[in-house]
């Protein structure tokens, strides 16, 4: 089955430590994306690729970093995580060309 | 600067009514448009999506919306709404030629649906 997988799904965790919320697609797709969903706020991009090794920053990429080695992964990496992180995140991919991206089911992360 | 307003936060129908979500858009250039739909606890899915030709385009669930240029709109339509259609729906805008890195989201509307 064509699929974005995110883990883990839930995650609870301290502020400042280090954590990565990894993302794989099965559907040899060249863009991937991050995206964090907040009310009242909709969909904000964080950080996409276009393909292998090649990383750009969205429009809220403060306090995150990614890495795109492999064509099916890119995890998502909060280095010192703060409450403001609290949020629920999406990974997608999409085909280059072909418009619309396919979506994970989404990390709800809450940092204390 | 490039944008997308979704202006109904929160719509309630009657299961049968038929629906209108409205979407306008800021973009320079001609846009690819889309909406998706994220029922509770789930990822979003694409309904439907617009890139050129016939301004009226069908999706998936009998959901249809029409993009008119000189209104910078791109309203959501279904003619007869199930109970199963309550979900938040999301309009999207991104640069044509396919390069949809950069999908821009509006905030979302929440349908509700009563028997």
């Known amino acids: 089955e064509a699929q974005v997988t995110q883990n883990p799904r839930y995650l609870i965790t301290v502020t400042g430590k280090k954590l990565t919320v990894t993302c794989s697609q099965n559907?040899?797709?060249?863009?991937m994306s991050w995206y964090r969903q907040d009310p009242g706020l909709g969909l904000r991009q964080i950080y996409y690729?276009?393909?292998?090794?090649?990383?750009d920053k969205g429009d809220v990429p403060e306090g995150y970093k990614v890495s795109r080695k492999e064509k099916r992964n890119f995890p998502l990496i909060l280095e010192s995580p703060s409450p403001n992180q609290t949020s629920l995140y999406f990974c997608a991919s999409s085909q280059q060309g072909s418009g619309g991206y396919t979506f994970g089911s989404g990390t709800r992360l809450t940092v204390v | 600067a490039q944008s997308v307003t979704q202006p109904d936060i929160h719509i309630t129908v009657s299961e049968g009514a038929s629906l209108e979500l409205r979407c306008n858009y800021s973009y320079g250039a001609t846009p690819y448009l889309f909406w998706y739909v994220q029922s509770p606890g789930q990822g979003l899915q694409l309904l439907l999506k617009?890139?050129?030709?016939?301004?009226l385009v069908q999706g998936i669930k009998g959901f249809e919306a029409e993009f008119k240029r000189s209104q910078s709109s791109f309203n959501l339509r279904k003619p007869s709404v199930h109970w199963s259609d309550a979900a938040e729906y999301f309009c999207?805008?991104?640069?044509?030629?396919?390069?949809?890195?950069?999908?821009?989201f509006g905030t979302g509307t929440l349908l509700a649906v009563q028997p």
């Open positions: 999207a805008v991104g640069p044509s030629g396919g390069a949809t890195n950069k999908l821009i």
């Open positions: 559907m040899n797709h060249e863009y």
């Open positions: 617009y890139f050129s030709g016939d301004t």
């Open positions: 690729s276009m393909n292998v090794e090649v990383t």
